[in-house]
T-cell receptor, first 114, second 116 residues
Framework: AQSVTQLGSHVSVSEGALVLLRCNYS??????LFWYVQYPNQGLQLLLK??????LVKGINGFEAEFKKSETSFHLTKPSAHMSDAAEYFC????????????FGTGTRLLVSP | GAVVSQHPSWVICKSGTSVKIECRSL??????MFWYRQFPKQSLMLMAT?????????EQGVEKDKFLINHASLTLSTLTVTSAHPEDSSFYIC????????????FGPGTRLTVL
C-alpha cells in the first residue's frame, strides 16, 4: 500500500525566508508524487509533480521539490516566502501506472508572518 | 484550460433530505471522476471513483447506498447524499481525469454541505 507522511501540521516562516515542507512516501512500486496547495474553502491546485523524469521538479509560484529515492522523500521548498503563500499544502502519491487514485498526506499549514 | 466546476458551492439542508452535488469538466472530456471528502483541518479521503458509463467503485467503508454517484457523460458526474444526517456535513471535492495524453487529475472548488 502507498502512503505519505507530512512532518509538521504547521510551519511558520517570516516573509522572505526559506520555505521547507517535508514529505516522505512509502510505495512498493516507483511512485508518482505530487504537491497540491489549498486556499481556504477552495479545491486543490497542483503545484508540481514527479513522474520519474528529472528528480528536481520545478512548479508554479516559485516552488520546487526534489525526489530522493534513497531517503524516500519529496520535500517542497521555496527560497523566499511571500504572504500569499499562506495556505494548506498536501503531498500525495499515486502508482506510476497513470494518475489513478491519489493518496494524500495529512497536510501542512504554512503560516507567513510579515 | 482543464477547469472543473462544482455546484452548488455550499448547501444547507435538513436532516433526512437528499442533496445532489454536480461536478463538471468545462473544457475537457473526463473519462474518470473522483469524489473526495474532507473534514475540517484534515486531509482528503477518496470516497469513490467513477468512470463514464459504468458503476462507481467505492472505497472501503463508504456506503454506496448513501452516497450515490452517477457519471452519465464525459463532462458530468453527480454525488447524491441520501437521507443526509449531521455527520454527513463535510467539504466534498471532486476531481476529473482527462481522456488523452494529459493524464492528470483536476480538482473542483469543492462543495460545503451542512446538515442541520
Amino acid at each position: 500500500a502507498q502512503s505519505v507522511t507530512q512532518l509538521g501540521s504547521h510551519v511558520s516562516v517570516s516573509e522572505g525566508a526559506l520555505v521547507l515542507l517535508r514529505c516522505n512516501y512509502s510505495s512498493s512500486v516507483p511512485p508518482y508524487l505530487f504537491w497540491y496547495v489549498q486556499y481556504p474553502n477552495q479545491g486543490l491546485q497542483l503545484l508540481l509533480k514527479y513522474t520519474s523524469a528529472a528528480t528536481l521538479v520545478k512548479g508554479i509560484n516559485g516552488f520546487e521539490a526534489e525526489f530522493k529515492k534513497s531517503e524516500t522523500s519529496f520535500h517542497l521548498t521555496k527560497p523566499s516566502a511571500h504572504m500569499s503563500d499562506a495556505a494548506e499544502y498536501f503531498c500525495a502519491v499515486s502508482m506510476n501506472t497513470g494518475f489513478q487514485k491519489l493518496v494524500f498526506g495529512t497536510g501542512t499549514r504554512l503560516l507567513v508572518s510579515p | 484550460g482543464a477547469v472543473v466546476s462544482q455546484h452548488p458551492s455550499w448547501v444547507i439542508c435538513k436532516s433526512g433530505t437528499s442533496v445532489k452535488i454536480e461536478c463538471r469538466s468545462l473544457d475537457f472530456q473526463a473519462t474518470t471522476m473522483f469524489w473526495y471528502r474532507q473534514f475540517p483541518k484534515q486531509s482528503l479521503m477518496l470516497m469513490a471513483t467513477s468512470n463514464e458509463g459504468s458503476k462507481a467503485t467505492y472505497e472501503q467503508g463508504v456506503e454506496k447506498d448513501k452516497f450515490l454517484i452517477n457519471h452519465a457523460s464525459l463532462t458530468l458526474s453527480t454525488l447524491t447524499v441520501t437521507s443526509a444526517h449531521p455527520e454527513d456535513s463535510s467539504f466534498y471535492i471532486c476531481s476529473a481525469r482527462e481522456r488523452g495524453l494529459r493524464n492528470e487529475q483536476f480538482f473542483g472548488p469543492g462543495t460545503r454541505l451542512t446538515v442541520l
